[in-house]
């Protein structure tokens, strides 16, 4: 039934994921390898780790699968250029380099990795994203809505699975794209493309809406089938290397934010607008994909399903039964998705329906064993103490936190996708009000106001937060209990400074409850894994509190650590107070000093 790879690259986010007998083995993004965030280089490291993952060499490949159509996305560019001619020039010279460049040298790139050309598929890019939810899910057949920014032709899908079958019922097309207006409120708000929408989804609670109809009005004409066109000349990305144009800046009362500026009421309320828009848009496709299909469960992938808020209202008011988002639900999940599609498609591999998912909780990742750990901190000679034994070892890390230390915490699989979810974690206690400003400014180096992630044993998320059902992904956004939150103040209306909101206690776990009273939920269950659940499980026995803050293990600018090497690096340059990786603990006071010759030589002994 085959050996399958699946890659994506060139764009952002560039992966390797690899299927055998509809199996999913491993799955890595190259950016934990390369250690350039977002890498969208061809995935050289992450398809020899798949490979080695999986005890095959090239040679035994059946097919090698593109999670796109290049040459579907060269028609695109090439129509939009003549559509908007004569403006555009530079931008459609700068979109052929990359089509006519990285792209094609995909066969030429494989031949050097694999030493050979194995049989190279593509595979539509939404149907790479609707494989990659619905395949791992827990559904027999399932309602599928895919949104993104845009793939090939494609921005939004909605479509069907049933079994090993896969259909695509409906698509949005180019330039309309729920993913460009909010990459372009991103933008137009001082943060990065592809990568600060997280950033505007956490600063929307701490804005009113103001913006939302003037939105609605002028952006983007939306039906109640949830179908929308957007005003695209607001907008600078069919012409210009920029998202807005001059229209957008007059909308919406002066030119966009400089990076690294302060963070005005304005923002706040853009980001507040944004969210709320692609909420409502986002109800309405589910609303209809359930029409269409008449399913009771629904699969969702593609970079706007990353939007947890969004997601947390279609888990509470959409009507389904049951929810599932692939994790990995970008372009990296891409990867997965065209090598799981053609696994069951083209090798008719069967489909094992798993009764929580087929995903190993995401845990896809390079794993690294006690005696591998034990001879890396030998060999730099770097203190640490082993303790073999899990729950011993659990205690002394719900002690650590207890005591308001910070903890890095390295343990089993890596993830795959986005969101850290206990594997390479920065861990902290969550019943300090502190605790969320310390941790982005001193650990994170970041912007003091993004929230942070409550991991709870899934026995008692219920007890925590207004959520049914599982959230192992981290990618719903829950209320927390009432009866756990305490009378906060809101931001004045005419203040810019967030400080004193974020110190401000808004519950008994305020370091993972948000302005607006909520959280990005992750349950962990000793099912997916067993090393966290003992953390959180002795956290509980010492303290009462079932909960603590989960963040990612690196730092802003960086990617989540992959290696030993990458998590001493970032606990050295960081506010972390005990690293624990496997067996071993390292505690920050023993440790020999740390210079900017030893982070150099560290970091270039990782190239």
């Given amino acids: 039934m085959g050996h399958v790879l699946g890659i994506s690259a060139y764009y952002h986010d560039s992966a390797a994921a690899i299927v055998c007998d509809g199996r999913i083995v491993a799955a890595a993004q190259e950016e934990r390898f390369s250690r350039k965030r977002h890498d969208p280089r061809f995935p050289r490291h992450a398809i020899n780790y798949c490979l080695g993952e999986a005890f095959i060499d090239p040679s035994e490949l059946d097919a090698v699968v593109f999670y796109d159509n290049p040459m579907l996305t060269l028609d695109r560019v090439v129509k939009n250029a003549a559509a908007v001619a004569p403006a555009g020039r530079e931008h459609f010279v700068a979109a052929c380099r990359g089509m006519l460049g990285a792209k094609a040298r995909l066969r030429e790139d494989l031949e050097a990795t694999l030493g050979e050309a194995p049989r190279l598929m593509l595979t539509p890019h939404h149907l790479s994203h609707a494989a990659s939810c619905f395949y791992p899910s827990p559904f027999a057949e399932a309602a599928i809505l895919t949104i993104d920014g845009v793939g090939e032709w494609a921005t939004c899908s909605i479509g069907h699975g049933s079994g090993a079958s896969i259909e695509l019922l409906r698509e949005t097309r180019y330039p309309h794209s729920l993913g460009l207006l909010y990459s372009a409120f991103t933008a137009y708000c001082g943060f990065k493309v592809n990568s600060g929408e997280y950033k505007l989804m956490g600063l929307a609670p701490y804005g009113?809406?103001?913006?939302?109809?003037?939105?609605?009005?002028?952006?983007?004409?939306?039906?109640?089938?949830?179908?929308?066109?957007?005003?695209?000349?607001?907008?600078?990305?069919?012409?210009?290397?920029?998202?807005?144009?001059?229209r957008f800046d007059a909308l919406f009362g002066g030119p966009a934010r400089a990076r690294e500026s302060e963070i005005t009421r304005r923002e706040m309320d853009l980001a507040a607008s944004v969210q709320l828009v692609t909420e409502e848009i986002v109800l309405k496709l589910a609303a209809q994909a359930r029409k269409l299909t008449g399913s009771r469960y629904l699969a969702m992938a593609g970079g706007?399903?990353?939007?947890?808020?969004?997601?947390?209202?279609?888990?509470?008011?959409?009507?389904?039964?049951?929810?599932?988002?692939?994790?990995?639900?970008?372009?990296?999940?891409?990867?997965?998705?065209?090598?799981?599609?053609?696994?069951?498609?083209?090798?008719?591999?069967?489909?094992?329906?798993?009764?929580?998912?087929?995903?190993?909780?995401?845990?896809?990742?390079?794993?690294?064993?006690?005696?591998?750990?034990?001879?890396?901190?030998?060999?730099?000679?770097?203190?640490?103490?082993?303790?073999?034994?899990?729950?011993?070892?659990?205690?002394?890390?719900?002690?650590?936190?207890?005591?308001?230390?910070?903890?890095?915490?390295?343990?089993?699989?890596?993830?795959?996708?986005?969101?850290?979810?206990?594997?390479?974690?920065?861990?902290?206690?969550?019943?300090?009000?502190?605790?969320?400003?310390?941790?982005?400014?001193?650990?994170?180096?970041?912007?003091?106001?993004?929230?942070?992630?409550?991991?709870?044993?899934?026995?008692?998320?219920?007890?925590?937060?207004?959520?049914?059902?599982?959230?192992?992904?981290?990618?719903?956004?829950?209320?927390?209990?009432?009866?756990?939150?305490?009378?906060?103040?809101?931001?004045?209306?005419?203040?810019?400074?967030?400080?004193?909101?974020?110190?401000?206690?808004?519950?008994?776990?305020?370091?993972?409850?948000?302005?607006?009273?909520?959280?990005?939920?992750?349950?962990?269950?000793?099912?997916?894994?067993?090393?966290?659940?003992?953390?959180?499980?002795?956290?509980?026995?010492?303290?009462?509190?079932?909960?603590?803050?989960n963040t990612s293990f690196n730092v802003r600018g960086e990617p989540i650590v992959c290696t030993p090497q990458d998590a001493y690096r970032c606990f050295m340059r960081t506010d972390i107070d005990l690293l624990v990786i496997e067996d071993r603990l390292l505690w920050k006071h023993q440790q020999p000093a740390w210079s900017e010759n030893e982070d150099w030589r560290l970091a270039h002994e990782l190239d």
């Fill in 208 to 246: 009113e809406p103001k913006y939302a109809k003037l939105i609605r009005d002028r952006l983007i004409d939306v039906k109640e089938d949830g179908s929308f066109r957007l005003d695209t000349s607001y907008f600078g990305f069919l012409d210009s290397g920029a998202m807005t144009n001059e």
């Fill in 304 to 549: 706007v399903a990353l939007n947890c808020v969004a997601n947390g209202r279609v888990h509470r008011e959409s009507g389904f039964d049951g929810l599932f988002v692939q994790p990995a639900a970008g372009d990296a999940g891409g990867a997965l998705g065209a090598a799981l599609l053609v696994s069951h498609r083209t090798f008719r591999a069967p489909r094992v329906i798993d009764r929580d998912d087929s995903l190993s909780g995401s845990l896809l990742g390079p794993r690294f064993a006690p005696r591998d750990v034990a001879a890396i901190l030998d060999r730099q000679d770097w203190p640490s103490q082993s303790e073999p034994d899990p729950d011993e070892r659990a205690r002394v890390v719900a002690r650590a936190l207890a005591d308001g230390k910070v903890v890095g915490w390295f343990s089993g699989r890596m993830e795959f996708g986005p969101r850290a979810l206990g594997a390479r974690s920065i861990l902290g206690d969550p019943r300090r009000p502190d605790m969320q400003s310390a941790m982005n400014l001193k650990v994170k180096f970041r912007e003091s106001f993004r929230p942070f992630a409550p991991a709870v044993l899934a026995e008692r998320a219920a007890d925590y937060f207004e959520i049914e059902g599982e959230s192992p992904y981290m990618l719903l956004v829950a209320p927390v209990k009432s009866e756990r939150c305490l009378p906060a103040e809101p931001l004045a209306e005419d203040s810019d400074d967030m400080l004193p909101v974020i110190n401000r206690a808004r519950s008994d776990i305020p370091a993972v409850t948000h302005v607006d009273y909520s959280a990005r939920v992750q349950t962990v269950d000793a099912e997916r894994n067993p090393d966290f659940a003992r953390v959180l499980l002795a956290f509980e026995a010492l303290t009462g509190c079932a909960v603590l803050v």
